[in-house]
């Protein structure tokens, strides 16, 4: 029996990094789940260990390569956004790969503002609110003023999805997906990099743009494999429901972040959007796309932690639970705001929030669960709504982490009437579209 010919994916998300392999019909057939331990960066502030990320991309590919029942002729990577890896001469790294969480310095961020125009001009221009770590091309302007001897060492400094590319490829590119992933990079006006960047002679350590659908041929245990160049996750999962769907359609991507991404709005963006973190991506085709941005996964890791220790849980309990409406409905009915929001302001959007939460509220963990999921699935949809007005769209998909978790979505569905919120289809969205990007026949739209 000959062996299966499969794709080669790497799913690199903030918390879980994927590797799998899918058939000539993108059905997966073999899959890597893992997990690290962060790691301190110079100043001491938590960061990605990608000495051991890059180790275990290069192990679990050899090892995948050595499988007797398959044969991987392709191979692409679908990544987080916001995080740069620096690269000197020779291709070794000079810097840890930086938290997007990390604080940026306030004094420098300001001085950057009134060098550029201001800070409405400059977020209205790059369509992105002021995200200091997170806006990852100001991490250059940190690294030039901040650590001048890291900075005069950089030979290229590429968007994560890119830097596993270059792995295997030796190729040094970027994408518009990761441009595009409120990097402070571009301006959408003019539909180039922004003069910033020549202006601080930083345009010469970001290397060559090419398509999202650009590959290189390679040989890899002694048969070619075609290579993509990288794709930022939220962009890879948009692939699949825009290559099945004629119909206009709003997808959530869900994991660290909750991604509302409207392919059919390309709006201009409010002062008041960007103060409510509403922002362009750069399509794979270069086309602007609207979507707004949640930290729900975060916000959900942190309080479902302190559900557990207070009624003394194992954790996992709350993927038990199926939706019970009598107990949702005993969260919509109770009056006021009961959980305050480690991460989330719920006050940019005109909604309240408690002044602290008293778990000794609840007569369970089920009964706070609820209520939490229920004040959270209110961001979500106000979150949501900021990309679907002026669009006529009518099917919301889930996709991600948030996706199998059945009280989330049926919370959504009693507060989006008008909408069909569909979660099953695209499961592995992200990966599947990264495998789409290297499928012989190609990506149009």
């Known amino acids: 029996m000959g062996k299966t010919k499969v794709t080669a994916i790497f799913d690199i998300g903030k918390t879980n990094k994927k590797f799998f392999l899918f058939d000539e019909n993108l059905k997966e057939v073999y899959r890597v789940y893992h997990r690290l331990e962060y790691e301190t960066d110079e100043d001491g502030d938590p960061c990605e260990p990608l000495e051991t990320l890059t180790s275990w991309v290069k192990e679990t590919l050899e090892h995948a390569l050595s499988l007797p029942e398959f044969l991987i002729q392709k191979l692409n990577f679908s990544a987080y956004g916001a995080s740069l890896v620096h690269l000197d001469e020779s291709g070794k790294t000079v810097a840890p790969l930086y938290n997007y969480l990390k604080e940026f310095p306030e004094d420098l961020l300001a001085e950057f503002y009134r060098k550029y125009g201001g800070k409405q001009a400059f977020c209205t221009a790059t369509s992105s609110p002021s995200l200091g770590m997170l806006n990852s091309g100001l991490q250059l302007y940190w690294l030039k003023y901040r650590k001048p001897e890291i900075f005069g060492k950089i030979r290229h400094s590429l968007h994560l999805p890119q830097y596993f590319s270059y792995l295997f490829t030796g190729k040094a590119i970027s994408d518009y997906t990761s441009i595009g992933c409120h990097t402070a990079l571009w301006d959408f006006s003019k539909n180039d990099y922004h003069h910033w960047l020549k202006e601080e002679e930083i345009l010469k350590v970001l290397p060559e743009v090419v398509k ?222 990264a495998a789409m990007l290297v499928d012989e026949k190609g990506i149009e739209f």
């Open 212 to 433: 999202t659908t650009h590959t290189y041929s390679i040989e890899m245990a002694n048969h070619p494999v075609t290579v993509g160049v990288g794709v930022h996750d939220s962009s890879a999962a948009l692939i699949p429901y825009l290559k099945s769907n004629d119909e206009p359609f709003i997808l959530i991507s869900t994991g660290t972040w909750a991604i509302s991404i409207n392919p059919f709005n390309s709006s201009a963006l409010t002062l008041e959007e960007l103060k409510q973190d509403c922002l362009h991506f750069i399509g794979m085709n270069g086309q602007a796309i609207k979507i707004s941005r949640l930290f729900i996964g975060e916000e959900h890791k942190v309080q479902i932690e302190w559900l557990y220790a207070h009624f003394g849980l194992e954790k996992g309990y709350y993927k038990e639970l199926s939706f019970d409406k009598n107990l949702y409905q005993k969260a919509k009915s109770h009056p006021g705001k009961r959980f305050k929001f480690a991460y989330l302001k719920p006050e940019l959007f005109d909604i309240s929030q408690a002044s602290q939460t008293q778990l000794e509220t609840f007569g369970d963990f089920e009964e706070a669960y609820y209520c939490f999921l229920h004040e959270l699935t209110d961001l979500q949809v106000v979150s949501l709504n900021l990309v679907l007005k002026g669009s006529d769209v009518k099917k919301l998909f889930i996709d991600g982490g948030f996706n199998a978790n059945e009280i989330f979505v049926e919370m959504l569905r009693d507060k989006l009437p008008e909408i069909m919120i569909e979660t099953t289809d695209f499961a592995l969205g992200s990966a599947q579209g």
